[in-house]
């Protein structure tokens, strides 16, 4: 960040992208560990999250990259996550969807205690945002819709083609994060919806003109969530029972100024 000040405010996600290097001599003198290595026929390297890397071929080579996401990376997939939606950048794939999808295949997600309960965590940390924000917004002014809306539900059984399509309509014109749960929308718009963290960036418009989509309710979201933690007792009976909400009921989500820097201006 300290060599690319200027770049990374036209582009907050500059350090996302594969066309930044610098010499790594520059990371050296900052202290910032530097390694060097040869990868030859048959051999794999492994690079850990968060782990800037680069390569170069020194002729005709056939190389493949593999992605590997093991259950203890949900830890990394959050920090990801709320990294992406900072700099406002959209992520391969829908991170609710992913925790919500292994949630409700839990019985085969994992036989390790610790990478469940991190799940069960992660999984209660997105449904008390949803607990916390929506009546807010309900509050403020925003519009309860749900007994006119009925949005298709959101299936579990597995992540394709066809659900990520879906997920790719319902991005937070803020800060790109994937409106699972809930979105909000205005009438001034019918592409445009933002996350309930950004409601009020979604445009210049008073709140009574703007609505909340639910894909779930929130007695839906609590009864799954109770669900999963019923299946990690029942899977690990000889360890202490997960408690109900690992994460501080209270505690509020990312400003929303914080990813506001990244947006577009507002719809109208």
Same mark, same amino acid.
Do not use: F, W
């Given at each position: 960040r300290r060599f690319y000040k200027e770049r990374l405010f036209d582009v907050p996600d500059l350090l996302h992208h594969m066309n930044t290097m610098f010499s790594p001599s520059k990371l050296q003198t900052l202290d910032v560990p530097v390694y060097q290595a040869v990868q030859r026929a048959g051999t794999f390297i492994v690079t850990f999250p968060r782990a800037f890397h680069s390569g170069f071929s020194y002729g005709f080579n056939l190389g493949e990259a593999v992605n590997l996401a093991p259950p203890s990376w949900i830890d990394h997939a959050r920090?990801?996550?709320?990294?992406?939606?900072?700099?406002?950048?959209?992520?391969?794939?829908?991170?609710?969807?992913l925790v919500f999808t292994l949630a409700n295949d839990l019985p085969h997600f994992s036989d390790d205690y610790k990478e469940c309960l991190a799940l069960h965590k992660e999984l209660d940390r997105l449904v008390q945002e949803e607990i916390i924000l929506r009546p807010r917004l309900?509050?403020?002014?925003?519009?309860?819709?749900?007994?006119?809306? /009925?949005?298709?539900?959101?299936h579990l059984g597995q992540i394709d083609a066809k659900a990520c399509d879906y997920d790719d309509k319902r991005v937070c014109c803020v800060c790109r994060y994937t409106c699972f749960s809930s979105a909000v929308a205005c009438n001034c718009s019918?592409?445009?919806?933002?996350?309930?963290?950004?409601?009020?960036?979604?445009?210049?418009?008073?709140?009574?003109?703007?609505?909340?989509?639910e894909w779930d309710t929130l007695d839906n979201l609590t009864a799954f969530l109770d669900t999963t933690r019923n299946a990690i007792i029942a899977k690990f009976p000889q360890?202490?029972?997960?408690?109900?909400?690992?994460?501080?009921? /209270?505690?509020?989500?990312?400003?929303?100024a914080e990813a506001a820097t990244a947006a577009p201006a507002p719809a109208n």
């Open positions: 920090e990801a996550s709320e990294r992406y939606r900072r700099v406002g950048r959209l992520a391969v794939m829908s991170h609710d969807r309900y509050a403020s002014g925003v519009r309860d819709v749900s007994h006119l809306v /009925n949005p298709p539900k959101n019918q592409t445009h919806v933002a996350c309930l963290r950004h409601a009020a960036y979604l445009c210049k418009c008073p709140p009574t003109n703007k609505y909340l989509i360890q202490p029972p997960p408690s109900k909400h690992p994460n501080q009921p /209270n505690a509020a989500p990312a400003p929303a």
